[in-house]
């Protein structure tokens, strides 16, 4: 009898995946053995290595360097390195994080390799199909083992949907890398007097160079000065499209995870379509419009801290970001997605699963 020391994967490789990797990672630590794998879909220094370096996360044991591509593209590529990575490393099981390609493509590698995948963010849906993040979400979540449910509202989903992995409800791990920050102190202001913060880089906005257009014109029209950090889609969108910000626009890329933080700290309000921030916002009491038709984080907006905006209805941006300051003053429910401690729920659920036995296998 040799003790099977087979690792735990996890996978991620997103900017936000990169953020809520950190707390993972130091939590599974605790469970046994455990592999972080970085795909590479997001590679920008702005968009990945400085999450690495803000939050002192080591380098990941495997990177995968997939990189952009059409979804089919960038899709399979992933699945294909994750298949080989999977094949090579044996884990016990494989986690995935949230509902972008790079989850889709490892969650689909393991499960067709009889691996179980252990879902954290499952549960979430936007009622919008035509989201390429909702049909991923909504996969991912019909293959999984263990499905890791960030508030009520997405167990129930999961259990109306009667899903056949096992739900557990955690919280949010966004949370818990939240205040983690928080206890440590963020960096002094990174923007001086009044102003809002803006973030786009959702495709069915940015994509549209009409609605793009619209968005734009509508933050250079607020009677307050704007920073805007721009991914770099959004930075190229801009530059297809001809259009070019007001004065009172100021433009950066985006933001280091700590360097955001404290622009949303210092900030009146955020413009975003980003799901991070929305939480973020809503944690930190800054009151939000979001720039979509639909979120996933529904909670955010019926507890009045998150007001939502067609991108197409952008003209009544100055009005619905007045009445959105106006609900700063008198607060809201900010518990809804746990307490910050959901990293430490899920390793709890693992040890009991997968932590290390002993084999009868040589
Ligand atoms: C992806 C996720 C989205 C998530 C977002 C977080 C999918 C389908 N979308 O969107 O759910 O909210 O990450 O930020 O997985 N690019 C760069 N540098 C990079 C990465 C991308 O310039 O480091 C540019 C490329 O032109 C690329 C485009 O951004 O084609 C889109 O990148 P991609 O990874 O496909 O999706 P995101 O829009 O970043």
Known sequence: ??????????????????????????????????????????YDYALHQVHYDQLGVSSPDVF???????HAEQTSAILKAAEACIREQRPR????????????????????????VAHVEAGLRAADMLMAEEINRRCVDAVATLLFAPSRRAEATLRRERVDGEIHCVGDVAYDVLQQALGDGLASRVADGEYVYATLHRAELVDDSSLLRDVIAALGSLPIPVLFAAHPRTVDALGRSGCLPAASVRMSGPLGYR??????QGAKAVV???GGIQREAYWMGVPCVTLRRETEWTETVECGANRLLAPRDAGRLTETLTEAMARRAVGWDRTHYGDGR???????????????????SP
């Open 342 to 360: 959901a990293a430490e729920r899920i390793a709890k659920v693992l040890a009991e699963r997968f932590a290390p036995r002993a084999s009868s």
């Open 259 to 264: 360097d955001s933080l404290s622009a949303l």
């Open 64 to 70: 995968l360097g997939i990189g952009s591509g059409s």
């Open 272 to 274: 975003t379509d980003s």
């Open 1 to 42: 009898m040799t003790p099977d020391a087979r690792p735990l994967a996890l996978f991620f490789g997103t900017r936000p995946q990169v953020i809520k990797a950190s707390v993972l990672r130091k939590a599974l630590a605790d469970v046994g053995p455990v592999i972080a794998v970085d795909t590479g879909q997001h």
């Open 93 to 116: 099981a494989v986690m995935v994080i949230g509902d972008t390609n790079s989850t889709l493509a490892c969650a689909l590698a393991a499960a067709k390799l009889r691996v179980p």
